[in-house]
C-alpha cells in the first residue's frame, strides 16, 4: 500500500475505531468520473472507495451529506458515507460496502414503494419552512448543480435548473434558439401543480440503482436536493429505464398526479441538456426535439 492508501486506511481506522490489517484492494467500475475500489482486510470488512483530482474534494462533501439526508428518511437502503478528505493529491470518499448482486421483480417493486416512502419524508425544516433547494451546491454528473433555497418550485426549475443548463450550453456551443420561449413557457407547463418539497436522489437511472444480494432496493451517487418528486420519477425513465414493477410499486404506496407524462418531458430536458453539456453530440438535437414538442 502506498501513502495514499495508508492516509486512507488511516482515516478508515480512526472513523470505525478499528485498524486494517492486511488490505486487499481491486478495482471496481465507477462511472465515468471517479476511479473505484473495494478494500477488504484480514476481518473480511469491506469498503468502497472513490477517487478523483484533490480539487473535487467538495464534489465527495456533497455526495456524503446528500447520502446523510436520504438516510434520515429510513426509508430505503443507502451506503453509509465514512469519511472523505484529500490525500497526496487524490481527493476520496469511503463508503460502507453492499454487495449488489440481487435480483428480481419483487425487489423493484419494494424500490418503488420504498423510494416513495423516502419522498413523502419531510424533516423539521421542511416542515416548518417548505421550500426547494438544499443547504449547499452539489454536481449532477461532473456539471455544478446550484440549489440555493427558493418557495416556488416554478421558478425553481426554471432559473436553477433549465436556466442555468441553457446559459451552460450556449457557452459550449449549443444553438438553442427556443431556450428563451422554453423558459417563459414553464410557469404555464406547471400551471396547477404545487409539489410539496420531496428529498430527491437527483440522478436517479438504472446505473444509480441496483438491489442488494439480500434483497433490499439500493441507491446511491446522489445529486441530492429538496424538489418535486416526479423529477426522480421522471429520471427513471431516461437512459434503460427501470422495470415495470418499480411503477407499480410507486404508484401504489403514492400515486403520480395527473399531467405527470407532459411534464416528465420538461424535468427530462433538464438532464439532456447536460448530457449535451457534458458529452455534446447527438444529446443537442434530442434536446431541440423535447423542446419542440413542450412549445
Excluded at 426549475?157 to 446559459?167: I, M, N, S, V
Excluded at 420519477?233 to 411503477?247: D, H, K, N
Excluded at 400515486?255 to 438532464?271: E, F, I, M, P, V
Aim: hydrophobic share 40%; net charge negative.
Amino acid at each position: 500500500m502506498g501513502t495514499m492508501w495508508d492516509v486512507i486506511a488511516g482515516a478508515i481506522a480512526q472513523t470505525t475505531g478499528q485498524e486494517l490489517g492486511n488490505v486487499e484492494r481491486r478495482s471496481v467500475g465507477g462511472g465515468c468520473i471517479n476511479q473505484a475500489y473495494r478494500l477488504q482486510d484480514s476481518t473480511r470488512r469491506a469498503f468502497f472507495v472513490k477517487l478523483n483530482r484533490a480539487e473535487r474534494l467538495g464534489m465527495f462533501e456533497a455526495e456524503a451529506l446528500g447520502l446523510r439526508e436520504m438516510r434520515q428518511a429510513g426509508a430505503i437502503a443507502i451506503p453509509t458515507p465514512l469519511c472523505w478528505g484529500v490525500a497526496e493529491s487524490s481527493s476520496y470518499i469511503v463508503l460502507e460496502w453492499l454487495d449488489l448482486a440481487g435480483r428480481g421483480p419483487e425487489a423493484w417493486e419494494a424500490m418503488g414503494r420504498s423510494l416513495a416512502a423516502m419522498h413523502r419524508w419531510r424533516n423539521e425544516d421542511q416542515q416548518n419552512n417548505p421550500r426547494f433547494g438544499w443547504d449547499r451546491d452539489n454536481t449532477i454528473g461532473a456539471t455544478p448543480q446550484p440549489n440555493g433555497w427558493m418557495g416556488s418550485w416554478v421558478e425553481f426549475f426554471r432559473d436553477r435548473r433549465l436556466g442555468f443548463q441553457l446559459k451552460l450550453a450556449r457557452r459550449n456551443g449549443g444553438n438553442f434558439p427556443w431556450g428563451e420561449s422554453l423558459l417563459e413557457a414553464v410557469p404555464t407547463l406547471l400551471a396547477g401543480h404545487n409539489p410539496q418539497p420531496s428529498i430527491l436522489h437527483g440522478d436517479l437511472w438504472s446505473g444509480n440503482a441496483a438491489i442488494a444480494s439480500d434483497g433490499r432496493p439500493v441507491i446511491f451517487d446522489p445529486a441530492t436536493y429538496w424538489g418535486d418528486r416526479e423529477a426522480d420519477l421522471a429520471m427513471t425513465e431516461l437512459f434503460g429505464g427501470f422495470p415495470a414493477r418499480f411503477y407499480r410499486g410507486y404508484n401504489d404506496e403514492w400515486a403520480l398526479d395527473s399531467g405527470y407524462d407532459q411534464r416528465k418531458t420538461l424535468y427530462n430536458l433538464y438532464h439532456i441538456l447536460n448530457h449535451f453539456n457534458l458529452f455534446g453530440g447527438g444529446y443537442g438535437s434530442q434536446a431541440s426535439a423535447m423542446a419542440r414538442s413542450l412549445l
